[in-house]
């Protein structure tokens, strides 16, 4: 006989009545919330404050989790024949761009914690300088996510368009950069087989790469955000 499977529903999904657009809005809230933690994580595990970091950590997980109970309630709670100032599709892969930013932090920090590897101190600076490229990307994010709330408030006047456009050219230029001192990084990790342990250097080079994801998915969605309001 098989075992009954009790399923339970989160008090968000039970409660739920906000629309599509207002829960973006607390969605992209949580985008915005992890960067601190996020930054803080990162920043105590290069100066080896694993204490720190471990909490910074903890923090970040909850917000995605957090934010995960929200994209779930969008979901499930959106009726198809509602009329949305945007098109639904692309708000759908909005959403899923914009929950990946939070995927990769999560990730990031999760795979730092597998492993206490003692950062050289040639490369710490160098380090939080990657990680500062990171948060100046998220915050240009931020000011897409407020702009495109203003817009289905206001109406998508071309000054505001303009604006958007800008705003997402800034933040292909920060990733790029982003990607040009994620290479550089690299790089120089290679350079220093036989100084290091080699798990160290792979620990190193892959939470490098994971790290790089999230300017990468922010752009992704920065993109999809402007293809949405274009649409």
């Avoid at 989160?10 to 601190?36: C, D, F, I, Q």
């Avoid at 998220?138 to 456009?165: I, N, P, Q, R, W």
């Amino acid at each position: 006989m098989e075992e009954e499977q009790h399923h339970t529903r989160s008090p968000l999904m039970a409660t739920w009545n906000e629309s599509p657009m207002s829960g973006l809005r607390k969605h992209s809230e949580k985008v915005y919330e992890a960067m601190k933690p996020l930054k803080k994580a990162l920043h105590a595990y290069v100066n080896g404050d694993i204490d720190d970091f471990k909490k910074s950590t903890e923090l970040v997980k909850k917000i995605e989790s957090e934010a995960d109970e929200i994209k779930s309630a969008i979901r499930t709670h959106m009726p198809w024949a509602l009329l949305m100032p945007v098109d639904k599709s692309f708000f759908l892969m909005t959403l899923h761009d914009e929950d990946g930013i939070l995927d990769k932090a999560e990730d990031s920090v999760i795979w730092l914690s597998l492993r206490n590897t003692t950062i050289p101190e040639e490369l710490r600076e160098d380090l939080i300088a990657y990680f500062e490229l990171i948060d100046q990307t998220l915050k240009v994010y931020s000011e897409v996510v407020k702009l495109l709330h203003e817009m289905t408030e206001s109406g998508f006047a071309k000054k505001d368009m303009k604006t958007l456009d800008e705003l997402v050219i800034n933040i292909h230029v920060l990733e790029n950069r982003c990607d040009v001192k994620n290479r550089n990084l690299t790089r120089r990790l290679f350079m220093m087989e036989g100084q290091m342990d080699t798990l160290a250097i792979y620990h190193l080079m892959k939470a490098i790469y994971i790290i790089g994801l999230i300017a990468n998915q922010a752009e992704n969605a920065a993109e999809r955000i402007r293809a949405m309001v274009a649409k």
